[in-house]
């Protein structure tokens, strides 16, 4: 026994005081994310997921709360229903205790009102199904907060929370002093914040059991009264974050961990929050801030909303789901099974994984966007499925995604699409419904925290064991593959389809792969004006047809010229026109280039840098099985590249591929006020 710890027990017998206790609330929170691969799924259950509960089976004293997400338990349901009955027999044993949430793992303050209630009745709904058991916490993703998460959970019948230490160091709490739980309310609403331990967070398990003894004993010597203290983290954390299986297993870091719990039960034990919560009061009232932990505080800029603003991307997808989820509460013509579908889809769209970036978040994940815009498209096409049998084409005008700059949307029987005329009138949604694929599902490549690190080529950090210990994650060896500094290009503009640019001849397909090239105009990423063909719908032979065109009056090296750029929508093909005016009384001689960005992986295209000439091209799309086939009117030089972005997650810094660029290059020499154009088209 620690010598101070002995002093402070010594003083029991002398009438001084007495030693404190330690009630340790432990709630472990599991979660794969909608879209996530299947082995994944099946890797983090057999390294982290059941060996925990093989664990804990051994050590009946040690009480555990658990957070499965709805993605995750739908696929235990599937795969490992017998995992979900030794959960049901630990519940009935008194020894765990299941916390509900939002299904699909949402950020809570970010999905309307309505969805957070629906997304969190539906998690207690299948718990209380499939455990009995009447859920009372709430998990919140990624902890993040907002001051109108009381409303939410206590409408939704949840009691207790888990937050973190550091929301409430934002408040002006003293972190050291934090002990039990606290009240918080929204409009009366009220529900309990449990603050978990930062510290604790990196000692377990990343430091030897005993290190976190150590310090419980620690604290618990500095007080005269009982201390409560709380961890709550990823479960993942046990075993399939590198490095940590063969440590928190094999090594048998969780096992000791336990038993030296067991061992000093004289002062330490383990509750469930719900029990705890019933034989003790709260510790008082406290207001915090909106706020995440420590670490998304630093990746965020402060608040989680900044992701919004440094990814339009993700603002992007956000007001997508909004606009889904509008249509959703107004819609009245579809029965409740298919209401029921419709909104399970967009349930899960609202997967927080794919709308932010730090050493965690999947928005560098090609498969995990996929999957938002796929949950999208699905739930449209089921509000679609009454609209018409036939060929339609619906043209709406709005900024749904609130950047003050209107988009054109356009939706027909195969497609939808989403034009930015204040971005070069560029298509930065293309849905192809027969997939329920979004085709621009892209993103740009930018500067991250992590390309410091890379830039100097080496990484300092490495894994160590060293005195039974292993260092914590932010000392793994994070640099995943060699020369990950030669990738280290950012682009100027959104990497949309349908863009254009003027070029000098001398440009190569590697200054433009390294965005390293000049603009001669001012077309690129500038405003277009939006004059669609009267709006009308031409039918021929039973199919409906709709131009819609765009212009653009600019400069070429201070020379005027005029570009008119349309689209024809018929069924399964598109034709891309390109007109040219020169308005000046001077030769106008550059390459005009067409640029467009698939979310596509060709075998052969994407490979490598590379051109061509052709008259046409094929694409196979292998991830999604599509193939595309442009036929030009003349022939043509072809660019293409792979656009590959470097961004960090919990297994390290790596290369990803994100999408296919391909630049059509027309080598144009325009006599005074003399026009030039061409065309050509695309079936899927």
């Known amino acids: 026994m620690d010598t101070l710890y002995k002093k402070k027990v010594n003083q029991i017998s002398n009438g001084v005081n007495r030693a404190a206790r330690v009630n340790l609330l432990l709630a472990i929170h599991c979660h794969q994310p909608v879209g996530n691969f299947a082995g994944v799924f099946s890797d983090a259950y057999e390294k982290a997921y059941l060996p925990f509960i093989d664990v804990l089976d051994r050590h009946p004293k040690i009480k555990v709360c658990f957070h499965y997400s709805g993605s995750l338990l739908d696929w235990l349901l599937v795969k490992h229903p017998e995992f979900i009955q030794r959960l049901k027999r630990l519940i009935r044993q008194g020894r765990i205790e299941i916390i509900s949430g939002g299904y699909y793992e949402p950020i809570l303050s970010l999905i309307p009102l309505r969805d957070a209630c629906g997304q969190i009745a539906m998690l207690s709904s299948l718990i209380k199904d499939k455990f009995d058991f009447e859920p009372r916490g709430g998990w919140l993703a990624e902890r993040v907060w907002e001051p109108k998460i009381p409303h939410i959970l206590s409408s939704s019948g949840i009691k207790y929370t888990v937050v973190d230490d550091w929301h409430f160091k934002l408040a002006g709490f003293d972190i ?60 993942e954390k046990f075993g399939f974050w590198p490095g940590t299986h063969n440590w928190v297993y094999k090594k048998g870091w969780l096992d000791k961990f336990f038993t030296q719990i067991e061992n000093n039960s004289d002062w330490i034990s383990t509750h469930r929050f719900s029990d705890f919560m019933e034989s003790n009061a709260p510790k008082g009232r406290a207001y915090i801030p909106c706020a995440s932990y420590r670490e998304m505080h630093e990746w965020s800029g402060g608040y989680f909303r900044n992701f919004f603003v440094k990814y339009p991307e993700t603002n992007f997808m956000h007001k997508r789901m909004l606009q889904l989820s509008n249509r959703l509460k107004d819609t009245s013509a579809l029965s409740d099974k298919k209401l029921t579908q419709a909104r399970h889809h967009l349930y899960m769209a609202q997967t927080n994984c794919s709308y932010w970036h730090g050493v965690f978040g999947g928005l560098y994940l090609n498969h995990l966007r996929a999957a938002v815009y796929s949950n999208l ?9 009454g609209f018409s049998k036939k060929e339609y084409c619906n043209i709406e005008i709005t900024d749904f995604d609130v950047d003050a700059q209107e988009e054109i949307m356009v939706n027909t029987k195969v497609f939808k699409f989403c034009f930015k005329p204040a971005a070069g009138a560029g298509i930065c949604e293309w849905d192809y419904k027969d997939k329920s694929l979004n085709l621009v599902n892209t993103i740009m490549r930018r500067p991250e925290n992590a390309h410091k690190e890379v830039a100097s080529g080496v990484s300092s950090l490495s894994l160590k064991e060293k005195d039974e210990e292993i260092s914590n994650f932010g000392a793994v060896n994070r640099l995943k593959g060699e020369g990950l500094k030669d990738y280290l290009f950012y682009d100027r503009n959104p990497r949309y389809c349908f863009l254009e640019h003027f070029l000098d001849e001398s440009i190569t397909v590697k200054d433009f792969y390294r965005d390293k090239y000049k603009e001669l105009g ?79 992986y060709d ?71 003399s026009i030039w154009q061409t065309a050509f088209s695309l079936s899927l």
């Open 176 to 235: 050291d002093k934090l002990s039990g739980y606290y009240l918080t309310e929204e409009e009366t609403r009220s529900v309990a914040l449990f603050a978990s331990n930062e510290k604790l967070r990196y000692l377990m398990p990343f430091a030897a059991p005993r290190a976190t003894i150590d310090y419980l004993r620690a604290k618990a010597v500095k007080r005269d009264e009982d201390l409560t203290i709380t961890f709550g983290d990823d479960g």
């Open 522 to 600: 001012d077309f690129s990423n500038s405003k277009y004006i939006f004059e669609t063909s009267d709006n009308e719908l031409i039918k021929k032979t039973n199919k409906i047809i709709d131009t819609l065109k765009f212009k653009k009056s600019g400069f070429i090296n201070s020379k005027q010229l005029d570009l008119i750029k349309t689209v024809t929508i018929k069924n399964k093909k598109l034709t891309f026109k390109y007109i040219l005016n020169n308005q000046s009384d001077e030769q106008i001689k550059a390459v005009f280039a067409g640029e467009f960005n698939f979310s596509i």
């Open 603 to 673: 075998n052969l295209l994407s490979r490598k840098l590379g051109r061509l000439k052709a008259n046409k091209l094929e694409l196979n799309d292998i991830w999604n099985n599509v193939r595309f086939d442009f036929k030009f009117d003349e022939e043509v030089e072809i660019w293409h590249f792979p656009v590959e972005t470097v961004s960090e997650s919990e297994s390290g810094i790596e290369k990803i591929y994100q999408e296919l660029c391909l630049l059509f290059r027309w080598p144009i020499d325009l006599a005074p006020n």
């Open 377 to 385: 498209i699905e739930a449209e096409k089921i509000l679609d499925n």
